[in-house]
């Protein structure tokens, strides 16, 4: 079984900075790409960004210029870095990745979340 865990989230207020981390472990065959989703109170879950194994990175246009992905491979670990956040970042940011889990093929794996709060 491979879990994820994400920390970093946290009270900042508008225009600050955060940084969340997200660690894989467990039986690790292989990690393909990693993710972070958001999911405010009362809105459906959505996509903040995405990165490859390869390090590609693709971002949700509203969030481009203000968020960044990153990832240590020998780490099993994705990385999003938040800058001048607002108030309507407050969420949860969830970690997904897509694991192999050998004859089962790849399998989509989520974190419990983290809670970032934005303040006026």
């Known amino acids: 079984q491979v879990q994820l865990v994400e920390s970093g989230g946290g009270l900042v207020q508008a225009g600050g900075s955060l940084r969340l981390s997200c660690a894989a472990s467990?039986?690790?065959?292989?990690?393909?790409?990693m993710g972070w989703y958001r999911q405010a109170p009362g809105k459906e879950r959505e996509l903040v960004a995405t990165i490859t194994g390869g390090g590609t990175a693709q971002y949700a246009e509203y969030l481009k210029g203000r968020v960044t992905i990153s990832r240590d491979n020998a780490k099993n670990t994705v990385y999003l870095q938040m800058n001048s956040l607002k108030p309507e970042d407050t969420a949860v940011y969830y970690c997904s990745a897509i694991s192999y889990a050998g004859p089962q093929g790849y399998v989509e794996l989520w974190g419990q979340g983290t809670l970032v709060t934005v303040s006026s």
């Open positions: 467990g039986r690790i065959l292989g990690i393909n790409a």
